[in-house]
Protein backbone atom coordinates (compact mmCIF):
# COMPACT_ATOMS: atom_id res chain seq x y z
CA UNK A 1 0.00 0.00 0.00
CA UNK A 2 1.31 3.49 -0.74
CA UNK A 3 2.02 6.08 1.58
CA UNK A 4 -1.10 8.27 2.54
CA UNK A 5 -0.61 11.73 0.30
CA UNK A 6 -1.50 15.21 2.00
CA UNK A 7 -4.18 16.57 0.63
CA UNK A 8 -3.21 20.05 2.64
CA UNK A 9 -0.70 21.68 4.76
CA UNK A 10 -1.21 24.50 6.75
CA UNK A 11 1.15 26.47 8.87
CA UNK A 12 -1.13 27.46 11.98
CA UNK A 13 1.66 30.33 13.13
CA UNK A 14 -0.62 31.74 15.78
CA UNK A 15 -1.43 27.96 17.33
CA UNK A 16 2.13 26.60 16.83
CA UNK A 17 1.15 23.72 14.76
CA UNK A 18 1.13 22.43 11.38
CA UNK A 19 -1.52 21.16 10.13
CA UNK A 20 -1.30 17.86 7.65
CA UNK A 21 -4.67 16.24 5.95
CA UNK A 22 -3.51 13.46 4.28
CA UNK A 23 -5.72 11.83 1.91
CA UNK A 24 -6.68 8.69 3.69
CA UNK A 25 -8.87 10.98 5.79
CA UNK A 26 -6.74 11.40 8.42
CA UNK A 27 -5.82 15.35 9.97
CA UNK A 28 -2.64 16.17 12.18
CA UNK A 29 -2.16 19.01 14.11
CA UNK A 30 1.64 18.87 14.87
CA UNK A 31 3.63 20.99 17.46
CA UNK A 32 6.30 23.14 16.43
CA UNK A 33 8.55 21.72 19.30
CA UNK A 34 7.70 17.98 18.36
CA UNK A 35 8.39 18.34 14.67
CA UNK A 36 11.90 20.00 15.52
CA UNK A 37 13.00 17.71 18.02
CA UNK A 38 11.43 14.85 15.92
CA UNK A 39 13.31 16.23 12.71
CA UNK A 40 14.82 14.05 10.51
CA UNK A 41 17.80 15.14 10.20
CA UNK A 42 21.37 14.46 11.13
CA UNK A 43 21.52 16.55 14.10
CA UNK A 44 18.66 15.05 15.64
CA UNK A 45 18.60 11.80 14.45
CA UNK A 46 23.10 11.35 14.91
CA UNK A 47 25.30 9.98 12.48
CA UNK A 48 25.70 6.11 11.40
CA UNK A 49 23.41 4.99 14.26
CA UNK A 50 24.83 6.64 17.19
CA UNK A 51 22.49 7.78 19.04
CA UNK A 52 22.31 11.48 19.86
CA UNK A 53 20.84 13.26 23.20
CA UNK A 54 17.77 14.43 23.04
CA UNK A 55 17.11 18.36 21.50
CA UNK A 56 16.08 20.38 24.11
CA UNK A 57 15.38 23.77 24.66
CA UNK A 58 12.41 24.14 21.96
CA UNK A 59 9.73 24.79 23.57
CA UNK A 60 8.90 28.08 21.96
CA UNK A 61 10.41 27.53 18.52
CA UNK A 62 8.78 28.38 15.15
CA UNK A 63 8.02 27.20 11.64
CA UNK A 64 8.85 30.34 9.82
CA UNK A 65 8.96 28.17 6.42
CA UNK A 66 7.45 25.18 4.78
CA UNK A 67 9.22 24.83 1.16
CA UNK A 68 7.76 21.69 -0.93
CA UNK A 69 11.11 19.35 -1.65
CA UNK A 70 9.59 17.58 -5.18
CA UNK A 71 6.32 15.93 -4.84
CA UNK A 72 7.49 13.72 -1.37
CA UNK A 73 8.56 16.04 1.25
CA UNK A 74 8.50 19.35 2.24
CA UNK A 75 11.41 21.61 4.11
CA UNK A 76 10.32 23.10 7.77
CA UNK A 77 12.70 25.85 8.46
CA UNK A 78 12.87 27.00 12.35
CA UNK A 79 13.35 30.28 13.53
CA UNK A 80 16.32 29.06 15.49
CA UNK A 81 18.19 28.48 12.09
CA UNK A 82 17.41 24.73 11.68
CA UNK A 83 15.94 23.77 8.28
CA UNK A 84 18.14 20.76 7.29
CA UNK A 85 15.54 17.83 7.95
CA UNK A 86 13.28 16.41 5.21
CA UNK A 87 9.66 15.55 6.14
CA UNK A 88 8.55 13.08 3.91
CA UNK A 89 4.65 12.27 3.58
CA UNK A 90 5.55 9.18 5.12
CA UNK A 91 7.27 10.18 7.93
CA UNK A 92 4.40 13.32 8.96
CA UNK A 93 1.98 10.82 8.48
CA UNK A 94 3.85 8.48 11.30
CA UNK A 95 4.36 11.13 13.37
CA UNK A 96 0.61 12.37 13.22
CA UNK A 97 -0.53 8.60 13.89
CA UNK A 98 2.15 7.91 16.50
CA UNK A 99 2.26 11.31 18.04
CA UNK A 100 1.45 10.17 21.81
CA UNK A 101 3.77 7.19 22.11
CA UNK A 102 6.70 9.17 20.32
CA UNK A 103 6.06 12.54 22.81
CA UNK A 104 6.07 10.01 25.69
CA UNK A 105 9.44 8.48 24.79
CA UNK A 106 10.96 12.07 23.85
CA UNK A 107 9.88 13.08 27.09
CA UNK A 108 11.27 10.47 29.05
CA UNK A 109 15.05 10.70 27.48
CA UNK A 110 15.04 14.10 28.06
CA UNK A 111 14.27 13.17 31.85
CA UNK A 112 16.46 11.10 32.11
CA UNK A 113 19.45 13.04 30.39
CA UNK A 114 18.55 16.26 32.81
CA UNK A 115 19.05 13.53 35.91
CA UNK A 116 22.24 11.86 34.21
CA UNK A 117 23.57 15.67 33.85
CA UNK A 118 22.63 15.95 37.81
CA UNK A 119 25.07 13.04 38.53
Known amino acids: MDAPQPL ?3 LKKADRVLEVSFDDGRV ?6 YLRTHSPSAEV ?6 PMP ?8 RVVGVEP ?3 YAVR ?8 SGLFTWKYLHEL ?13 RV ?5 AAQQ
Open 76 to 83: LVFDDGHD
Open 54 to 61: PVVGKENV
Open 111 to 115: QAAAQ
Open 69 to 71: VGQ
Open 96 to 108: GSEHPRRWAEYRQ
Open 8 to 10: QIT
Open 45 to 50: KGHGGT
Open 28 to 33: YRLGFE
